[in-house]
T-cell receptor
């Protein structure tokens, strides 16, 4: 399977805990995106990487959210001191080169903060 | 700034009848426009995309969309609905100036037997 994979698929956290969500993009894909999808809504852009460079982080809701892609492949989205409003599905997508190209989405990580 | 508006949150059709899902966009530059579908408990899948070539774009599963610059619209159509088309559909816009991709709020399509 050469698709985008994400882990864990489900995560339950107590309020105040830190979580780390992993994304494995399609091999060789330059562009990588993170989105947050609240229940009943469309995905909202969080951040964009071109290889290891984070070129846009304008969608990150607060400084508790941090993303990295140190070697230009696997990416991690970290949320510190989780709050109930962080409960959502976090989607990762990758595209071959340019950000305007077709994005291939992973299955998402469903985060529930209690 | 870019934006996208899906005009209907829910659409219900009978099997075998036409489907129309409406989308209007706003972009200062020539946009790239997409329709994605999300089936329950499945990942987002590309249906079709417009990138300034032909204004009528054909996608998978018999769907097509027409880019109308004068109306800033990119409506999704299908001549005959199938039960398997029941899903959430998202209209998406991006442009070459930046990296942000904007999703509409989604339209849930119901197909009645």
């Amino acid at each position: 399977g050469a698709g985008v994979s994400q882990s864990p698929r489900y995560k339950v956290a107590k309020r105040g805990q830190d979580v780390a969500l992993r994304c494995d993009p399609i091999s060789g894909h330059v562009s990588l995106f993170w989105y947050q999808q609240a229940l009943g809504q469309g995905p909202e852009f969080l951040t964009y990487f071109q290889n290891e460079a984070q070129l846009d982080k304008s969608g990150l809701p607060s400084d508790r959210f941090f993303a990295e892609r140190p070697e230009g492949s696997v990416s991690t989205l970290k949320i510190q001191r989780t709050q109930q409003e962080d409960s959502a599905v976090y989607l990762c997508a990758s595209s071959l080169l340019e950000p305007q190209e077709t994005q291939y989405f992973g299955p998402g990580t469903r985060l529930l903060v209690l | 700034a870019q934006s996208v508006t899906q005009l209907d949150s829910h659409v219900s059709v009978s099997e075998g009848t036409p489907v129309l899902l409406r989308c209007n966009y706003s972009s200062s530059y020539s946009p790239s426009l997409f329709w994605y579908v999300q089936h329950p408990n499945k990942g987002l899948q590309l249906l079709l995309k417009y990138t300034s070539a032909a204004t009528l774009v054909k996608g998978i599963n018999g769907f097509e969309a027409e880019f109308k610059k004068s109306e800033t619209s990119f409506h999704l159509t299908k001549p005959s609905a199938h039960m398997s088309d029941a899903a959430e559909y998202f209209c998406v816009v991006s442009d070459f100036r930046g990296f942000k991709t904007i999703f509409g709020a989604g339209t849930r399509l119901f197909v009645k037997a």
